[in-house]
């Protein structure tokens, strides 16, 4: 394969890529695993790509010279509206082969369905990135096998699609959600299946300072003595940031002046500022919203605790980028990692049901300097032991793709 190769992707519009493909600017406010795998595709191929989203896109020249965007509308999140979306996706996909002769499709989440069913019909070799799965979650997979399909066709006809059709390649990001177990349980070719850890961005990771006390004061209007947690994610119900907002208040009970920065957008955002209020801790809590890459970063290294308390997942790149940044990781035993995020010694980990202990441990930890200090270098450690840069991890991607069409 080289740079005259040309390839079709089908992708829906992750709501980090808004700031690039619905603003046209230059940096992204979340989802580095897609946007640095793209921009890999794009500086290897020249790339058409079908993006399925309610927003009118474009293509971002600054960033992506080799890429050529159509877009397919999506007006609604119910199956009628994402059956719509997927025939009129395979419309248009199909219009582009005919005009074009693809060397292979590649899909990102669950709309890559899409490139399994065009390979199906055209033996176009086919490429499936999908972010972490909700489906380990499923009661049904402690059931018998053809059970947990059927359920799974029934009530995510599309996600079950992008995991179950055949693939030269499913990469599937090892997040915590148990992807292999799924694997497994679907029966999928684990000849093809890779389950792959996300990387980090190092040189920007080290070039982010935090904010001054001063610059703190000016955009949080609070006093220079407080202790600083954070948590960075969409504002999505299973992300839990109530949690964090009851740890809030559970540290202010025990004599600390503890304030929670929450960073990120979503549809949760109203009920958790009157969550806030109603347990009298909204003062404490400092909404900033979406924000820029490199601006996120700089709050997540300003606040010494990062809080992640997902209902299905707690290794996202939000928390990886915080354990390089050496924050004090506040999360969840069930679905991390026992290599990587351990009790005690590089983190604080917490049974599901005894998250508000949490609020005890950051203030152990701040009467505990050298404590807090030795967990910060450690969790650090860990993190530049097992994961790689961006350029790295991105080389693995190409390297499947190549692998497998070189057994064509």
């Known amino acids: ?36 795998v793209l921009k890999t595709l794009s500086d290897n191929y020249h790339v058409d790509m079908i993006i399925i989203s309610k927003h009118k896109v474009k293509n971002n020249t600054k960033i992506f010279k080799n890429l050529n965007l159509y877009h397919v509308n999506n007006t609604g999140e119910r199956k009628f509206y994402i059956i719509i979306s997927l025939v009129n996706g395979l419309l248009l996909a ?3 082969i005919k005009k074009n002769n693809y060397n292979f499709f ?40 053809v059970f947990f399909h ?27 959600t148990k992807g292999y177990e799924v694997a497994q349980a679907l ?8 389950f792959l850890k996300n990387g ?33 994610s969409r504002l999505e119900k299973w992300k839990r940031i109530d949690k964090c907002i009851e740890i809030c208040k559970n540290v202010n009970k025990n004599g600390i002046n503890f ?11 109203n009920h958790l500022k009157k969550f806030a209020q109603s347990i009298g801790i909204y003062e404490k809590v400092h909404f900033i919203g979406s924000l820029p890459h490199n601006e996120a ?19 996202g790149n939000s928390l990886i980028e915080a354990m390089h940044l050496g924050r004090v990781i506040i999360s969840l035993k069930q679905f991390c990692f026992k290599d990587l995020l351990i009790d005690k010694k590089n983190a604080f980990l917490f049974d599901e049901l005894q998250y508000l202990n949490a609020g005890a441990k950051i203030f152990e930890l701040e009467h505990n300097k050298e404590l807090k200090s030795t967990i910060k270098n450690e969790i650090m450690k860990v993190a530049n032991k097992f994961f790689l840069d961006w350029k790295d991890r991105n080389l693995i991607d190409l390297k499947i793709i190549n692998n497998s069409l070189d057994r064509e």
């Not at 955009?219 to 202790?227: A, E, G, H, N, T």
Request: glycine share 6%.
């Open 106 to 145: 590649y899909g990102f989440g669950y709309y890559s369905a899409i490139v399994g069913i065009l390979s199906f019909f055209t033996k176009v070799p086919n490429f499936r990135r999908l972010f972490g799965s909700f489906f380990a979650f499923n009661k049904a997979i402690y059931k018998s096998k």
């Open 187 to 194: 029966n999928i070719n684990l000849n093809t299946f890779h």
């Open 297 to 315: 970063l700089r709050w997540v290294k300003t606040c010494d605790y990062f809080l992640s308390f997902y209902e299905f997942s707690n290794l």
């Open 200 to 232: 980090v961005n190092k040189k920007l990771l080290s070039r982010i300072n935090p904010f001054s006390k001063e610059e703190v004061f000016e955009q949080l209007d609070i006093s220079s003595d407080v202790v600083l947690g954070c948590s960075s």
């Open 259 to 269: 304030h929670l920065v929450i960073l990120g957008e979503g549809s949760m955002i």
């Open 1 to 36: 394969m080289n740079k005259q190769s040309k390839i079709l992707v089908v992708s829906s519009l992750f709501t980090g890529m808004n700031p690039i493909f619905v603003d046209g600017n230059k940096s992204i406010n979340g989802m580095p695993a897609y946007f640095n």
């Open 150 to 176: 059927f359920n799974l066709l029934f009530k995510h006809s599309l996600e079950y699609l992008s995991w179950i059709l055949p693939s030269n390649g499913l990469i599937v990001t090892d997040d915590g």
């Open 94 to 96: 199909k219009k582009l």
